[in-house]
């Protein structure tokens, strides 16, 4: 079977931008008829032809996540361990070429943190790092989650992509999934926003995924950074990322997260709006396209926008997050990765999740050890 480069390589982004925008209303109707749908309906459902059936794709999607998932939310929280970073990100607060503090939290500062995660009540953490091999590598990180491991269930990590061999040292120390987001599929918009570093190679980032499979990773998660690029293409390419690796790795487990461009220090500007209308529209297409697909939305959102989206198609969740290093005990003044924008405590979420009829869930669904 050919390797995802390969078949990425077989495609052309303005003609993939044509044919969505293409897409027409026999298109989209043609797709919402379907019971099992195909990329070329995924782009139908994210063109703007669809705009108009939001209604009819929100109440199937409604449908097909309680279907798969029943009336229930996953909860996870993330925890910053180092903002030390050697890449430079044109959006991104830790980028190398922002002259802010750096820190990197020792064994005792990690426990601290981990043991006032886990007070809230948290059984599913996500350990987060900027990019940096010299610090923050993988003897680091396997000690890491070496601590974590005796606390939680499940245990996720978004650090520098790494090799299949590191990826397996990392599971066996005990990393359930690894979030890697290629933020933009746009070959040359790319290279203008990762101009040095490691992160610059496209191809090494773009083949991490195939690499994780490799290992026998539990989980993977997918996104792209909305807003750098077009984010109907961008969607199409990481659907398209989704359906090569499922077919592959068909014993994975994926997800999809929606990040957008947030403020942070260094402040690169949107390049495109995705509004709150757009991202509904994103995610009901994706429950459409796949039903056994966990969609991932973080604090980045706004209050209102993640009490309307648990009906809609959302089963992931996390909360009271901070995006700096000892963010929540050890040093709260430390440099955001960038701004959250619905701050609610652990508790106030949990309390929004089951007014609506939902469970909160802090364990992962299907694996516990």
């Not at 987060?128 to 005796?150: C, F, I, M, S, W």
């Not at 070959?187 to 101009?195: A, G, L, S, T, V």
């Not at 000892?326 to 040093?331: E, Q, R």
């Not at 802090?362 to 694996?367: F, V």
């Amino acid at each position: 079977m050919q390797t995802f480069t390969e078949l990425f390589d077989t495609y052309n982004w303005d003609e993939v931008k044509k044919s969505i925008y293409n897409k027409t209303i026999v298109d989209v109707e043609r797709a919402l008829s379907k019971t099992k749908r195909d990329l070329e309906d995924f782009k139908a459902l994210i063109s703007p032809a669809a705009e108009t059936y939001l209604e009819q794709m929100a109440q199937m999607s409604h449908q097909l996540t309680q279907k798969r998932f029943g009336k229930t939310v996953q909860m996870y929280i993330p925890m910053y361990l180092s903002n030390e970073c050697q890449n430079i990100c044109t959006y991104c607060g830790f980028s190398f070429t922002n002259k802010i503090p750096r820190r990197t939290l020792t064994d005792a500062e990690i426990l601290k943190e981990i043991q006032h995660i886990k007070s809230l009540g948290y059984d599913h953490i996500l350990l987060v790092t900027g990019e940096a091999n010299q610090t923050v590598g993988v003897d680091y990180l396997e000690n890491a989650v070496k601590l974590a491991r005796p606390y939680f269930s499940h245990i996720s990590i978004e650090v520098q992509p790494l090799d299949q061999n590191e990826y397996e040292r990392l599971i066996k120390a005990g990393v359930n999934t690894v979030l890697v987001y290629q933020e933009t599929y746009h070959k040359d918009d790319y290279k203008i926003h990762h101009p040095k570093g490691k992160k610059s190679n496209f191809d090494y980032r773009l083949e991490t995924p195939d690499r994780l499979g490799k290992a026998e990773i539990y989980k993977i998660g997918l996104g792209a950074l909305l807003g750098l690029e077009d984010w109907r293409t961008d969607s199409f390419f990481t659907a398209l990322h989704l359906n090569y690796l499922e077919k592959k790795y068909w014993q994975t487990k994926y997800s999809i997260s929606f990040p957008r461009l947030r403020p942070h220090a260094g402040g690169l500007e949107p390049k495109v709006e995705v509004t709150d209308k757009n991202l509904v529209q994103l995610i009901c297409a994706y429950r459409l396209l796949n039903e056994e697909l966990e969609l991932s939305i973080s604090t980045r959102e706004s209050e209102k926008f993640r009490n309307n989206i648990i009906k809609l198609g959302a089963t992931t969740f996390s909360a009271e997050s901070k995006t700096n290093p000892g963010g929540y005990v050890v040093d709260p003044q430390s440099l955001e990765q960038f701004e959250i924008s619905d701050d609610r405590p652990t508790i106030l979420i949990d309390k929004m999740i089951r007014e609506q009829g939902y469970e909160p869930v802090y364990k992962d669904w299907e694996k516990s050890y």
